[in-house]
Structure formats: structure tokens, C-alpha cells
């Protein structure tokens, strides 16, 4: 399935219908305990905090999203969801992927709070490279081009 990543911020939203309408959709299929709010509020409220969602698009649809939060050197990552009709089809493993090579070419460190992960989450973050911080706090993930600094 080839995915590729889709960047939305306000402006895209405020653009175009259809990445508003599969953005809802996506968070209309989380889980209830993993959204603060309805899927609507949740989305604009990220967005309306001068932050974006980063999005996997296939055929022209978005089938998932993790939402960012820029700051200070860090994307942090959150709200990982997947379209219900393409779990279970790496869609998410492809998404972080595509963000991992989007926030090294801006020179970004991804991180996402270990406290808001589900195990299943954990375990994938593992496998995608991601790291416990020696603190605990959060997992970060490595963007050091191998080899670099030997």
C-alpha cells in the first residue's frame, strides 16, 4: 500500500472539505477513552493551539493521523489512530515512518509521552526504534543518520 504523508494545519483544514471530512472520520474511529473530547473539538482545538496533524494518505483519502505538538527542537506525538477499515495494514507503521523521515529533514526529535500509551503502542514504538528516555518520562526516537559522530 503505498502511503505518503500529508501535513494538515489550519490553513490546510480551513482549504479543503475532504481532508476535513477524513480527519473526522479517522477520530470518529478511536477508541472513546483516547479522544478528550468529540472527534470535531478534538481536531479543532489541536489545530486552533497552532499545532498540525501529520496524516497517511492513500488513493487520495486520509486513512490515519497522529497529531503534533512542535516545541522547543521536538515534535511531540499523539493520538495515533488508524481508519477502522485499514487496521492491522501497517498504515500506522508507514505513518510513523514518514514522520520520522519528515522531522529529520527539519531537524526535529519525535517524542511522545509514555504516559498516554496503551501497551500495543509501546510495543510498536519499540519496534519502530522508538526509546525510554532514561527518565521514563517519554519515548524518543534516534534521528541521528547512522554512523554520524564516530
Known amino acids: 500500500m ?3 504523508l500529508q ?3 489550519q490553513a490546510t483544514w480551513d482549504a479543503d472539505a475532504q481532508v476535513r471530512h477524513d ?3 479517522i477520530y470518529a474511529d478511536a477508541p472513546a477513552e483516547r479522544l478528550p473530547s468529540t472527534p470535531e473539538a478534538f481536531v479543532g482545538e ?3 493551539a497552532e499545532r498540525f496533524f501529520c496524516c497517511a494518505r492513500f488513493n487520495d ?3 490515519g493521523a497522529l497529531a503534533v505538538s512542535p516545541d522547543d527542537g521536538a515534535w511531540w506525538l499523539s493520538h495515533l489512530c488508524v481508519r477502522k477499515t485499514t487496521r ?3 498504515v500506522g507503521s508507514r505513518l510513523l515512518a514518514l514522520i520520522g523521515e519528515a522531522a529529520h529533514a527539519e531537524g526535529q ?3 511522545v509521552l509514555a504516559s498516554q500509551l496503551p501497551m500495543a503502542d509501546q510495543v510498536l514504538l519499540s519496534r519502530m526504534g522508538y526509546r525510554l528516555t532514561q527518565t521514563g518520562d517519554f519515548f524518543e526516537l534516534d534521528l541521528t543518520p547512522k554512523g554520524a559522530g564516530q
Request: hydrophobic fraction near 45%; charge should be positive.
Open 2 to 4: 503505498p502511503v505518503t
Open 7 to 9: 501535513r494538515v494545519d
Open 23 to 25: 480527519l473526522i472520520r
Open 46 to 48: 489541536h489545530l486552533a
Open 61 to 63: 483519502r486520509l486513512l
Open 88 to 90: 492491522r495494514r501497517g
Open 109 to 111: 526529535r519525535l517524542r
